[in-house]
């Protein structure tokens, strides 16, 4: 937009002469200098303005909840009202006694914590990995080869989520149970009567894996929907074999979307604690599991509003990784 | 091409935030400097230093934190409010009181007694009628959360053992707070089918260890119950334990039956999975396996339903009890409902129909609870008896740093560690 340029460019005095002028003609319907018939004039806040309900909602959705975790967990409890969270909100009255002896109990190896955060990332990665490999695959199919069953696909894809999760993985229960249709399919194979949901490490990364592969497939189909036909053309025609060209044009194009697959999978996922309420024990007790008990229990909340805050800076470490990415992928453009 | 108003737009983003932050709550963050705890020294917390934690041998007068609603206050048109465990009211009771009021009744309820205390001192839940352990009865009324009840209004305590009323429960003498609601003890449920009542008799608390009944035995999900029946069951009788290495004991106990029998924490486990086959062994309050019978498949005889208690004074008895909180906005009415709940013919309905929790009335007496049908004979040792109060173990209000204690352990048992 040249227009705008030039005027911010002007001498302030002469912009403000400059401005009524403008104004005028353009509601007697002058088109104006060729310079000015491009745009219409737009007050400074305008533009800025759209941002406005994002900082809103961030503030009051993330910034301040987030705020009195801290509180929280630098807090205190009353002992004399049930144990209930007394948050310090200035920070100049914080204490930091249970936060420390939270780390402590992390760093002197206590089986409490460190156990379930090991699992965490056991049962995370290893679903990260399946929904990335069985995504992948999906959103491949659908992006080229669906042809007139695309839209079918992603309406399928999607269908899961008008049904409650909560409702799915009651249903997970039945097909798991030992008596279950999983286990009499398994039969013949040596599975008789295995009892699925006694806290196995498998069944907990099938039901991550299960409630999050739509937000992997979905960013990837998109991405590789977008690819252009001509471009995997030119990489056959340059002499590249169909795999060669997958490796060398296809997945590298969908690098961000896979990124941004695996982020929007694996943070959930961090902090997930129903899937193993619901499929597990004690057993497989991830970190979420952890703080939800804390959060129940008498004079939890400060411990629990530590562990939340650990947790942030443990997810923030491949969060970080992923924003640099981002940015680098950006630079290169 | 770069646009110019990129550096304004930065400015509004710091400026926007900046206000948004500082304008609306300005005031909170003023009124947040105060150390909070330090505004109020003594303030709550000696209230409930004047009320020692009770026991049968130091019974304990609660002090009138208010006057009790007048015995004429006119009837309120409701709704009454119930807080309440899950499961634990007769929907034919409720819809009985319902009718001769013409009121609605809105039950809204709790998993452990931890969330429902937890949503009555928040203000989450604003109950006429509230379901509390006599455990919790002194914190409440030492932070005004309950109300005195009007006497003259409850006339049917009359149908109750008098001892909860002459002089009264050892955490209320003179019942000035609480009524009595049922009454359970502590022991083993089992299903006769698969396990002979002798060998369940001989095992006793050991059969929840017994890796014969692998994967199919069931704990309660509650770290006071749990962890003092493994306290019984590593042959101590200090259900009140105020010694680290016997509650050390019980983790590693609860830990063992985890992890090689995997045994499941549950809160159902008792009247809704054991009768479906789900489980052979668990962990039971003897209404839970009273009530166990209204949930059995169709087909399957009640006699497939067993109890194991040991003989007397080696397991834990209690009560629950029906409290009014302070915030009732319907307070004549709960009175009222609870009246209605210590009603003979009601109180034995709310039992016998569907809820199988036992009320402390005069009127039940365990022999012709069996011969009517109404208790199974299979479980004629979850019939409650008044000699049974008299010698059984009390799990009492632990001192807040003890309470810790066992917190610490169960958060253990749950990270699976």
Redesign the interface.
């Known amino acids: ?1 040249p227009e ?2 030039t005027e ?2 002007a001498p302030v005095g002469q912009e403000q002469a400059e401005e009524p002028r403008r104004r005028r003609r353009r509601r007697r319907g002058d088109p104006g200098t060729s310079d000015e018939r491009s745009g219409v004039w737009y007050p ?2 305008y ?2 303005s759209f ?2 309900p994002g ?2 909602a961030l ?1 009051f959705l993330f ?2 909840p987030f705020y009195v975790v801290f509180s929280v967990a630098f ?2 409890v ?7 969270a ?5 920070p100049w ?1 914080w204490s930091f006694h249970t936060f420390n002896g939270t780390l402590q109990q992390f760093y002197a190896g ?4 460190q ?2 955060l090991f ?1 965490t990332f056991e049962y995370v990665i290893a679903a990260s990995i399946i929904c990335l490999v069985v995504g992948y695959a999906v959103a491949y199919y659908t992006a080229r080869f669906a042809t007139k069953y695309k839209g079918l696909i992603l309406i399928l894809l999607v269908s899961p989520f008008w049904i409650s999760y909560l409702m799915r993985i009651y249903a997970w229960q039945g097909l798991l149970d ?1 008596d279950g249709p999983i286990n009499v399919i398994l039969g013949p194979f040596g599975f008789r009567n295995t ?1 699925f949901l ?2 196995k490490p498998i069944t907990i990364i099938l039901g991550l894996v299960y409630g999050y592969i739509p937000f992997m497939i979905l960013p990837i189909y998109a991405s590789l929907d977008r690819i252009q036909e001509s471009l995997l053309e030119a990489g056959r025609d340059l002499g590249g074999s169909g795999a060669q060209t997958f490796w060398r044009v296809t997945l590298p194009l969908s690098r961000p979307a896979i990124l941004a697959g695996i982020v929007i999978v694996t943070l959930p996922m961090f902090g997930d604690y129903y899937t193993n309420d619901l499929l597990g ?5 991830m970190f979420g ?2 703080i939800s ?2 959060t ?5 909340s400060t411990r629990a509003a530590s562990l939340v805050l650990i947790l942030s800076v443990i997810v923030l470490i491949p969060m970080m990784y992923y924003l640099r990415e981002t940015k680098r992928q950006v630079e290169q453009a | ?1 770069r ?3 990129d550096i ?2 930065r400015q ?2 710091t400026r ?2 900046g206000a ?2 500082a304008m609306p ?1 300005l005031a909170a ?1 003023l009124a ?6 330090s505004t109020t020294p003594g303030g ?2 000696s209230a ?1 230093d004047n009320i020692p934690i009770a026991t049968l041998d130091n019974p304990v007068t609660l002090p009138m934190t208010q006057d009790p609603i007048a015995s004429n206050a006119p009837i309120e048109s409701g709704p009454l409010v119930l807080y309440n465990w899950a499961d634990y009211i007769y929907k034919k009771v409720v819809q009985d009181f319902e009718d001769k009021f013409q009121v609605d009744v809105q039950i809204t309820t709790y998993n ?1 007694m ?2 429902g ?2 949503k009555v ?2 203000g989450q839940v604003a109950p006429d009628v509230f379901v509390p352990t006599p455990g ?1 009865v002194r ?1 409440l009324v ?2 005004n959360l309950l109300q005195p009840l009007q006497h003259d209004l409850i006339p049917n305590m009359s149908n109750v053992w008098p001892t909860y009323s002459n002089p009264g429960p050892y955490y209320d003498v003179g019942w000035h707070y609480s009524v009595p609601y049922t009454i359970y003890t502590w022991g083993v449920a089992y299903r006769r089918d698969l396990v002979d009542d002798a060998v369940v008799a001989q095992q006793g608390w050991e059969a929840l260890w017994n890796h014969d009944y692998a ?1 199919k035995i069931s704990l309660y999900d509650s ?1 006071g119950d749990t962890l003092a029946i493994a306290i019984l069951r590593n042959g101590s009788l200090d259900v009140n334990s105020q010694d680290p290495a016997v509650i050390d004991a019980a983790k590693q106990a609860v830990l063992q039956t ?2 090689d029998n ?1 045994a ?2 549950t809160i159902n486990g008792v009247y809704a999975k054991l009768p479906a086959g789900d489980y052979t062994v668990a962990e039971a309050w003897s209404g839970d396996i009273v009530g166990a019978q209204w949930y059995l498949p169709n087909g399957v005889g009640t006699d497939v339903l067993g109890y194991w208690k040991p003989e007397d004074g080696k397991t834990m008895i209690s009560n629950d009890l029906l409290t009014i909180p302070s915030v009732s906005k319907s307070p004549r009415l709960a009175h009222e409902f609870i009246n209605f709940m210590l009603d003979d013919k009601e109180g034995t309905l709310n039992f016998t129909g569907w809820n199988g929790y036992q009320p402390p009335f005069n009127s039940i007496q365990p022999d012709t609870l069996v011969q009517k049908g109404i208790v199974p004979e299979t479980l004629t040792s979850a019939v409650v008896t008044e000699e049974m109060f008299k010698k059984d173990l009390t799990p009492y209000e632990l001192p ?1 740093d003890i ?2 204690m066992w ?1 610490d352990a ?8």
Not at chain 1, 281 to 285: D, I, L, N, V
Not at chain 2, 32 to 37: D, H, M, N
Request: contains cysteine.
């Open positions: 937009m705008i340029a911010t460019t400074r806040w533009w800025p941002i406005a900082t809103i503030i910034v301040l807090g205190t009353d002992f004399n009202n049930f144990g209930t007394v948050p310090y909100y200035a009255w206590s089986h409490i914590y156990d379930p699992r030992t009892n006694e806290g024990s004690t057993k497989t007790s599991n952890l008990q804390q129940e229990a008498t004079a939890g | 091409m646009h110019p108003r304004s737009r509004f983003l926007a935030g948004a932050i709550s963050i947040a400097c105060t150390k909070p705890g709550s917390g409930l452990n931890e969330e205390i937890q001192v928040n919790y914190r030492a932070k994967g770290y985890i992890n995997q499941r924490l807040s309470d810790q917190l169960w958060t253990e048992i749950k990270a699976g560690a």
